[in-house]
């Protein structure tokens, strides 16, 4: 049963790939003419219905909490525990509209994925330029501020089931600078899915949106100094309140 899974979430996804790649050949150049926004929604629901199936061939449970603290318009910045690589897949199945996120600049050479991630809203940081990745930052700064929004996950690496890490410095600034509502994200179990083995395998998932922060509201000290620390102890929070 688990090969069965394993065969049929990754073929899958292959069929998706391949059977969209026309469509996003032309959402991709249509993006590129003044359509990015209509092209964006397109393939989001494209991406939501593959992670949504993807979450049914595994077999798992799923408990969605809080989606109702989603803010209805505006730029958003999403800000997540990182536990595995299926965060993604639980993401795009369930924040329910077009994000972006920071990935590292080596997806930008993979074929198809980094067409799909440009046209979502996503960028692509050099870590090791220092001046190219404050660049990108500040993209995605200008982006939100323009109503689009981004997903972020401040601890600067998946967990593999370890518990939350602490912040990377300066991890929230696309909020900070931005002055953004953020949406703390609480995911359990999505390390099990995947990555303990490398076969699909069903597990108790869980994904919690808890209630916004308005960083607008807040002063400019307390948005440098106190913010990362009370998202990271909202998401701890309801990380304890689901289990490990």
Same mark, same amino acid.
């Given at each position: 049963?688990?090969?069965?899974?394993?065969?049929?979430?990754?073929?899958?996804?292959?069929?998706?790939?391949?059977?969209?790649? $026309? *469509? #996003?050949? @032309? %959402?991709?150049?249509?993006?590129? /003419?003044?359509?990015?926004?209509? !092209?964006?929604?397109? &393939?989001?629901?494209?991406?939501?219905?593959?992670?949504?199936?993807?979450?049914?061939?595994?077999?798992?449970?799923?408990?969605?909490?809080?989606?109702?603290?989603?803010?209805?318009?505006?730029?958003?910045?999403?800000?997540?525990?990182?536990?595995?690589?299926?965060?993604?897949?639980?993401?795009?199945?369930?924040?329910?509209? $077009? *994000? #972006?996120? @920071? %990935?590292?600049?080596?997806?930008? /050479?993979?074929?198809?994925?980094? !067409?799909?991630?440009? &046209?979502?809203?996503?960028?692509?940081?050099?870590?090791?330029?220092?001046?190219?990745?404050?660049?990108?930052?500040?993209?995605?700064?200008?982006?939100?501020?323009?109503?689009?929004?981004?997903?972020?996950?401040?601890?600067?690496?998946?967990?593999?089931?370890?518990?939350?890490?602490?912040?990377?410095?300066?991890?929230?600034?696309?909020?900070?600078?931005?002055?953004?509502?953020?949406?703390?994200?609480?995911?359990?179990?999505?390390?099990?899915?995947?990555?303990?083995?490398?076969?699909?395998?069903?597990?108790?998932?869980?994904?919690?949106?808890?209630?916004?922060?308005?960083?607008?509201?807040?002063?400019?000290?307390?948005?440098?100094?106190?913010?990362?620390?009370?998202?990271?102890?909202?998401?701890?929070?309801?990380?304890?309140?689901?289990?490990?």
């Amino acid at each position: 049963m688990i090969l069965i899974k394993t065969v049929s979430a990754f073929g899958f996804t292959l069929f998706i790939m391949l059977t969209f790649v $026309p *469509f #996003g050949l @032309v %959402a991709f150049f249509l993006s590129l /003419f003044g359509f990015k926004k209509s !092209m964006s929604m397109f &393939i989001y629901k494209i991406a939501q219905i593959w992670a949504r199936c993807v979450i049914f061939i595994t077999g798992s449970t799923l408990e969605v909490i809080g989606r109702e603290n989603i803010p209805k318009q505006g730029g958003i910045c999403f800000v997540s525990n990182h536990i595995g690589i299926v965060d993604i897949i639980l993401s795009l199945a369930y924040i329910g509209q $077009p *994000f #972006g996120f @920071v %990935a590292k600049k080596e997806l930008s /050479f993979v074929p198809f994925f980094n !067409m799909w991630i440009y &046209i979502l809203g996503g960028l692509f940081i050099d870590r090791k330029n220092i001046r190219k990745a404050v660049k990108t930052i500040n993209q995605g700064i200008q982006k939100i501020q323009k109503g689009s929004s981004m997903l972020i996950f401040p601890e600067g690496t998946r967990s593999k089931g370890r518990g939350l890490l602490p912040f990377k410095s300066g991890a929230i600034k696309l909020a900070t600078n931005s002055l953004a509502p953020i949406v703390p994200m609480a995911i359990t179990g999505s390390y099990d899915v995947f990555e303990i083995d490398g076969r699909v395998h069903a597990a108790p998932l869980r994904l919690v949106f808890c209630p916004p922060i308005y960083t607008a509201e807040m002063s400019p000290e307390d948005r440098r100094h106190k913010l990362a620390d009370q998202v990271r102890s909202v998401i701890e929070e309801a990380l304890e309140k689901t289990g490990p």
